[in-house]
């Protein structure tokens, strides 16, 4: 309840939080909780879960995932890249998502950044830099990881280089651009929202004006809701990773029950 209520980033909840036989009450929504290593074990039937988000990063093959569909689940959404799931990014390819698939990925934030560029800007090559925020898989001081040895150190004193999970992410939600893509990630001591630098080669040149100009007409448009655009003097924050990309896992939920 308490970690509900209370965020460090994003703030207080306003609306009512509590515990009351064995469930979460918000405002007023009694939710079942479990506590179980094993997705199998967790009885979704039971609970009256159809959809379920599997956001532990633990689980993000259809194998391991698949674990939630024997507890009674119909479908799973893995928020993170998958490497044999069906990736969807809304406003990019979710119309070409069908009933008859019951574990899809929702892909990275970084995807969800990038992946709507393609629908204005025919892009033959790109390569680009996420300057990302603190993720939770980091350590807070010096210590050992067992990975990459610059994982060792502490996200709050340094600038890390990381690999990306975007450079598939991207290639599988459009096809056109597999093989096609580079990119890498510095993870600075930021607690959220994250930028993307992107250099790409066009199919045909683009001027900077038309390039603000359909980016503008895309956010009133089809992207409205997932992209924001602005011309004011001001410092932005540039792709939420946490609250953004948490919308866009609840917008291709919704997506995939209006084609039940």
Not at 66 to 95: Q, T
Request: include cysteine; aromatic fraction near 8%; glycine fraction near 8%.
């Amino acid at each position: 309840v308490y970690m509900f209520q209370y965020d460090s980033t994003h703030g207080k909840f306003h609306g009512t939080v509590k515990a009351e036989n064995g469930k979460l009450v918000i405002n007023g929504k009694a939710i079942t909780i479990f506590q179980e290593r094993d997705p199998a074990n967790i009885k979704w039937g039971d609970a009256g879960a159809e959809y379920v988000v599997e956001s532990t990063g633990v689980f993000t093959t259809v194998e391991k995932t698949g674990a939630h569909l024997k507890g009674g689940a119909k479908r799973v959404i893995i928020s993170a890249p998958s490497a044999d799931a069906p990736m969807f990014v809304m406003g990019v390819n979710h119309e070409k998502y069908n009933s008859t698939l019951k574990i899809v990925s929702n892909a990275s934030s970084t995807t969800n950044c990038l992946a709507p560029w393609q629908r204005s800007f025919m892009t033959t090559s790109a390569s680009w830099t996420t300057v990302h925020a603190i993720t939770a898989t980091q350590k807070t001081v010096d210590g050992p990881s067992g990975k990459l040895w610059c994982d060792d150190r502490g996200a709050a004193q340094n600038i890390i280089p990381a690999s990306t999970g975007a450079v598939k992410a991207v290639g599988k939600v459009i096809p056109e651009l597999n093989g096609k893509l580079t990119g890498m990630a510095f993870c600075v001591p930021t607690p959220n929202v994250s930028v993307v630098d992107l250099t790409c080669r066009l199919e045909k040149p683009a001027k900077y004006d038309e390039i603000k100009k359909v980016v503008k007409q895309a956010s009133e448009g089809p992207l409205k809701g997932i992209l924001g655009y602005t011309e004011d003097q001001v410092l932005i924050s540039r792709y939420d990773n946490e609250f953004g990309y948490s919308n866009r896992v609840v917008d291709l939920m919704v997506h995939m029950a209006s084609k039940e």
